[in-house]
């Protein structure tokens, strides 16, 4: 539910400055990398437990975020910005990213991206609580947008995982309201923010992990230690960095574009080196989900 894809140590300074190699660089990172994630969670989950392997990753990912953010100078975030980075951190990452984990014990990874897709939907509709509500546009879009969510739990894939289904459904919300919610508070300024966020995550999903008895596997496979790590330094690091540089370059509607070529990458990623099967109900929904959520972007830029 949170990561140019190389710093000006690691490319030549040429390269750093050309927005015409940075760019596509940076796309590429956040539409594979990200696409990805999802099935290196499912290869993590053969020797992690779920909760414990998102405490790993958001742990060792924001120590090392925030040890190379200070080194430059970053200033530490206040009493209250880490309070409320606790809370947002607690939302997106422990029940946004920590369920999706705890879903895809039994549901594919592809289909796992497919439900997350749904994250704008809710965010539209928690909107609400500040008086922002959906126009005559945008609920259209959130109609035809939870449609393709229904249609979606009709696959194989989430009916016969109830409770990987609501897992899912309840990581969207939490990732939308947390989204919503810390757009109106005094948040860590810059990468800041989400290295905050993820140093209070890993706490809020340590807890979960102990009170779920979960414990670190005592020989875990080399394929499951390898995924976490590709978790760690892509997911986390990486794709978040090329995120970061694409909103300070181009357009919100191309730097956001992810959330439309996540789900079918992910769905890619699963069927070529998962074998996964994904179906008819599945592929609906998702085209259905991803329909809804374009109307409800579209409207939103004709507003601003």
Request: proline share 6%; charged share 10%.
């Amino acid at each position: 539910m949170s990561d140019a894809a190389l710093t000006p140590s690691q490319a030549p300074a040429s390269v750093v400055r050309d927005p015409r190699w940075m760019v596509p660089l940076a796309l590429f990172a956040l539409y594979v990398i990200w696409g990805s994630t999802y099935l290196g969670i499912r290869y993590a989950l053969v020797s992690y437990p779920p909760f414990l392997l998102a405490a790993l990753r958001f742990a060792i990912a924001g120590v090392l975020l925030f040890a190379v953010l200070r080194l430059r100078g970053a200033a530490l975030p206040t009493a209250r910005q880490w309070k409320n980075a606790a809370i947002v951190g607690t939302l997106l990452l422990a029940g946004g990213n920590g369920l999706v984990c705890f879903a895809e014990q039994s549901v594919s990874s592809g289909i796992a991206a497919v439900a997350v897709a749904s994250m704008p939907l809710f965010a539209a509709v928690f909107g609400g609580i500040y008086r922002e509500w959906p126009t005559r546009g945008e609920s259209a879009g959130l109609l035809l947008g939870f449609a393709g969510v229904v249609v979606l739990n009709l696959g194989a894939g989430l009916s016969g995982a109830p409770l990987g289904a609501v897992a899912l459904i309840v990581a969207a919300m939490s990732w939308a309201f947390g989204s919503v919610w810390s757009k109106r508070q005094d948040m860590p300024k810059g990468p800041m923010n989400t290295a905050a966020q993820m140093l209070c995550a890993s706490v809020s999903l340590a807890i979960i992990a102990l009170l779920r008895g979960e414990r670190l596997p005592a020989h875990p496979e080399t394929s499951a230690t390898v995924a976490l790590a590709y978790l760690i330094v892509f997911g986390s690091i990486v794709a978040f960095s090329a995120y970061l540089y694409v909103l300070k370059t181009v357009r919100p509607a191309l730097a956001t574009s992810y959330a439309y070529v996540n789900p079918p990458v992910a769905v890619v990623f699963g069927v070529l080196l998962a074998g996964e099967h994904v179906g008819v109900f599945e592929l609906a929904g998702m085209a259905i989900i991803l329909v809804g959520v374009g109307i409800i972007t579209m409207m939103r830029v004709r507003k601003v």
